[in-house]
């Protein structure tokens, strides 16, 4: 018995070269598949990858070339309409802002739907459909009214970016006067909380004293080119205590 546990530890000793040797060739094998030069073609592809995000401004006109064109169209055949069509809408304008039309004249459809469909100029976050696409409905982002301000508003990444102005007050405290390309949402005392985006298509000479009359926008649900302000705002809130707030884009990011 005695030496037979004399036995084990001489056995293990003399297994302890060929165990070794194992170890030495999985490290070997180990720095051969994960060298410093590997790490840093990692990185690169990386950083490459961020290096793809490139600066884009904001076109007001191209913005508005979009707005114009399919305000007052039920379908445009580019996106696919949601439900509630106002916001989608507004989005598509900023898209078309964003540089989403450049290149490409606004009756092409088949090419820009295939720039929608590549999600160009758009994020995870915020983008359409397509109007062949299966799936329905664009993202919150994309189609919603508060969201779109949340996003646009709060967004230090790439997409859509924005400074957000007279939130949650009445229309006349507005402090800016509204601009071709900016967004006005409107406010619903029923629902407790913004319901209707539009555009600003057109302007002549502008104040913040009578901006209701010098001021158009085009929207969709119900669907308008160049509708003036006071009518819609009659129509979201009221003259006398309407809230109004506007959205104006900015220069950004994006990853295509």
């Known amino acids: 018995m005695q030496k037979q546990q004399n036995a084990l530890p001489i056995k293990k000793i003399s297994e302890l070269p060929v165990t070794l040797e194992k170890w030495n060739e999985q490290v070997a094998l180990f720095d051969n598949k994960y060298t410093q030069t590997d790490w840093e073609s990692e990185i690169s592809e990386d950083t490459t990858e961020a290096l793809r995000s490139t600066s884009v401004s904001f076109s007001r006109s191209a913005a508005v070339d979009y707005a114009t064109t399919f305000g007052d169209k039920y379908q445009n055949y580019i996106f696919k309409r949601m439900d509630a069509d106002c916001t989608n809408f507004v989005s598509q304008c900023l898209w078309a802002g964003y540089g989403g039309i450049s290149g ?3 009756s092409n459809t088949e090419a820009l739907k295939a720039r929608v469909a590549a999600n160009y100029r758009q994020t995870s976050d915020w983008y359409g459909r397509n109007y062949d696409s299966s799936s329905q409905y664009a993202t919150g982002a994309f189609m919603r009214v508060v969201e779109l301000w949340t996003y646009a508003t709060e ?3 790439n ?3 924005a400074t957000g102005y007279n939130n949650n007050k009445v229309w006349t405290s ?8 900016d967004v006005l949402q409107f406010y619903s005392t029923s629902s407790g909380r913004y319901y209707h985006s539009v555009i600003v298509s057109s302007t002549n000479s502008p104040s913040t004293s009578d901006m209701l009359d010098r001021i158009w ?3 969709h649900s119900d ?3 160049n509708r003036p302000l006071r009518e819609t705002l009659e129509a979201n809130g009221g003259i006398s205590s309407g809230k109004m707030r506007l959205m104006r884009p900015s220069s950004t990011t994006f990853s295509s």
């Open 159 to 161: 997409g859509p970016r």
């Open 217 to 219: 926008v085009c929207q």
């Open 223 to 225: 669907d308008y080119v």
């Open 155 to 157: 967004n230090t990444g």
């Open 174 to 181: 507005l402090s800016v006067v509204p601009r071709t390309g």
């Open 104 to 106: 490409y004249s606004l």
